[in-house]
Structure formats: C-alpha cells, structure tokens
C-alpha cells in the first residue's frame, strides 16, 4: 500500500508540474488554458531550456515506472519538438500554447505506467541520458541561429 501511495504522490507532483507548464490560466471567454512554458519561452534560448528540463520530470518517472522504451521515445520526442520548434520566435510561442508536451507526455505515463522498482546504476544513466539529449536538443537551433548570422555577417574566419 505504501508503494503505491508514493507513486500517487509523484504522480500528483509530476500533474502539477503539467498544468504549471502547460494549463495554469483558463483564457478569459474560451475554454482554452495557457501555461507558463510559452511564457517562459519568450526569453530567446534560456526559456527553452528551462521548460525542457522541467519537462523531464515526466519522462524520468516514466522510465523509472518502466514505461515501455517506444512509449519513453515518443515521451522524448514530444519534447524534442516543442524545444526545436520553440527556438523560433513567435512561431515557437504559438506551438507551445496548442502543442502542449507536458500534457501528451503526462497522459501517456498514466496510461502506460506501471508499477515501479527499485532504481539501479541503468536508472541513474538513463537519467542523465535524457537530460543530456534535451539540452542538446535545445543547444541544436542556437548554434544553427549561430551559424546563419555568422554567414549572414561574413564573419568566416
């Protein structure tokens, strides 16, 4: 009883971390519900970065619920896409607030989760996996702006 107690816990924790990203405020006259992550992510680069982190939470409780690997990916790729699409400014802002990962991401560990074990040293490297792959994620469209304005100002070599 006390095993699944703790997972309804961090799964309420990981809910919460949902709707502050993803549906915080209803918008007023509609019944459409905005987060923080597009407002987070109007800072250029850091905003991005920062959402992505957070939105590895989800991803590492499912992988710690033992989700199943294609559903982690899909998890991954949600995220991966928020990221690389949010990178672009307003394009990405509007992605954030109807894409929505968090929520995908969240609604997939419910369905697929299952009951959870002890964490080994795969636990702790995957971990570190998924962080490592969204910050990459997140670092590929910046050092792509990068490259284009050093074009753009021929500034080679």
């Known amino acids: 009883m006390g ?3 703790d997972q309804n816990q961090r799964l309420n924790a990981l809910r919460s971390i949902q709707r502050f990203l993803d549906e915080a405020y209803r918008i007023p006259g509609t019944s459409s519900r905005v987060g923080w992550d597009p407002i987070i992510g109007l800072i250029p680069g850091l905003g991005d970065i920062v959402t992505g982190l957070l939105s590895t939470a989800i991803i590492i409780e499912a992988y710690r619920m033992r989700t199943p690997g294609v559903i982690l990916l899909r998890m991954l790729l ?3 896409l928020d990221l690389v699409v949010g990178v672009v400014p307003l394009v990405g802002d509007a992605v954030d607030f109807f894409w929505k990962a968090n929520t995908k991401n969240m609604a ?3 369905r697929h989760g299952v009951a959870e074990h002890p964490p080994t040293w795969r636990d ?3 971990v570190g996996a998924i962080v490592g ?3 990459v994620m997140a670092m590929i469209p910046l050092v792509v702006l990068y490259l284009i304005a050093r074009e753009i100002t021929g500034l080679t070599r």
């Open 3 to 5: 095993l699944l107690t």
């Open 78 to 80: 949600n995220v991966g």
């Open 108 to 110: 997939l560990l419910e």
């Open 124 to 126: 702790w490297v995957f």
């Open 133 to 135: 792959a969204v910050l």
